[in-house]
């Protein structure tokens, strides 16, 4: 989704995974205009996608949970182990019970993933609180059939935190794993509850949708660049 108006060649930043143009209103908006968006300072094929400028969007609006099973209230069932046999459903989460991540000497850096059904290239809006236990470290991932793109590293605390952020998707079953970063035999553990995986319906007023058609049938972008990632850019250039 590209948000506000823009000039050729214009530098926009990327805000919380939605590209937002530094003027606006959007007066390019529903005219069905080809654009080029490349990764500021390229103008390689690969750095670059294209599409065709659609609507301005009304407000903000998620679809359902795509996540089988993401508040862990009973099992990790639908929620593969990697790096751990250690997966449990324990009390003390957020809501109800949470999923306790314990490295037990099989793996270093171990983290659970679960995949959503997810179409391509439309934007999903993702959140998941996090809890330190005896590791505090955590990484996430919005490991994607193109890209395996790091959406949150830090710190946890001794109390619950909120995160979430906007990440597109690039085929029909993307997975986000939750990972604590521990050395193999530390034997820590970390707290991840109610995770979620939404698609974006309708962008925020201050986007516009982009369209693979110039006829504006299809969201999604017309061609997509080897090495053009929006989940992992911060600033691009657009030219029509």
Same mark, same amino acid.
């Given at each position: 989704?590209?948000?506000?108006?823009?000039?050729?060649?214009?530098?926009? #930043?990327?805000?919380?995974?939605?590209?937002?143009?530094?003027?606006?209103?959007?007066?390019?908006?529903?005219?069905?205009?080809?654009?080029?968006?490349?990764?500021?300072?390229?103008?390689?094929? +690969?750095?670059? %996608?294209?599409?065709?400028? !659609?609507?301005?969007?009304?407000?903000?609006?998620?679809?359902?949970?795509?996540?089988?099973?993401?508040?862990?209230d009973a099992d990790t069932t639908g929620w593969n182990e990697?790096? #751990?046999s250690t997966v449990d459903s324990v009390a003390g989460g957020?809501?109800?019970?949470?999923?306790?991540? #314990?490295?037990?000497?099989?793996?270093?850096?171990?983290?659970?993933?679960?995949?959503?059904?997810?179409?391509?290239?439309?934007?999903?809006?993702?959140?998941?609180?996090?809890?330190?236990?005896?590791?505090?470290? &955590?990484?996430?991932?919005?490991?994607?059939?193109?890209?395996?793109?790091?959406?949150?590293?830090?710190?946890?605390?001794?109390?619950w935190v909120h995160y979430e952020w906007y990440a597109v998707? &690039?085929?029909?079953?993307?997975?986000?794993?939750?990972?604590?970063?521990? %050395?193999? !035999?530390?034997? #820590?553990?970390?707290?991840?509850?109610?995770?979620?995986?939404?698609?974006?319906?309708?962008?925020?007023?201050?986007?516009?949708?982009? &369209?693979?058609?110039?006829?504006? !049938? +299809?969201?999604?972008?017309?061609?997509?660049?080897?090495?053009?990632?929006?989940?992992?850019?911060?600033?691009?250039?657009?030219?029509?």
């Open positions: 989704r590209l948000g506000g108006g823009f000039g050729a060649g214009e530098i926009i #930043t990327l805000d919380n995974l939605v590209l937002k143009a530094v003027t606006s209103p959007a007066i390019y908006a529903d005219t069905g205009a080809f654009v080029r968006v490349c990764a500021s300072g390229s103008t390689l094929a +690969t750095d670059c %996608a294209t599409g065709y400028i !659609g609507e301005v969007g009304t407000g903000l609006a998620v679809g359902a949970e795509l996540l089988p099973n993401p508040s862990f990697v790096n #751990t957020v809501s109800n019970n949470a999923v306790r991540i #314990t490295e037990d000497n099989t793996g270093s850096n171990p983290y659970v993933s679960d995949s959503a059904i997810t179409v391509s290239n439309k934007q999903y809006k993702q959140s998941v609180w996090i809890k330190q236990g005896t590791e505090s470290t &955590y990484l996430v991932k919005f490991n994607t059939a193109i890209y395996s793109d790091v959406i949150l590293t830090g710190e946890s605390t001794a109390t998707a &690039y085929a029909t079953n993307e997975a986000l794993n939750l990972q604590q970063m521990a %050395a193999q !035999g530390s034997a #820590t553990t970390i707290f991840f509850d109610e995770a979620s995986f939404k698609e974006v319906t309708e962008p925020n007023p201050n986007s516009v949708m982009i &369209y693979k058609e110039g006829h504006l !049938g +299809t969201e999604g972008w017309l061609t997509i660049g080897a090495t053009f990632d929006p989940n992992d850019i911060s600033t691009f250039t657009i030219s029509q």
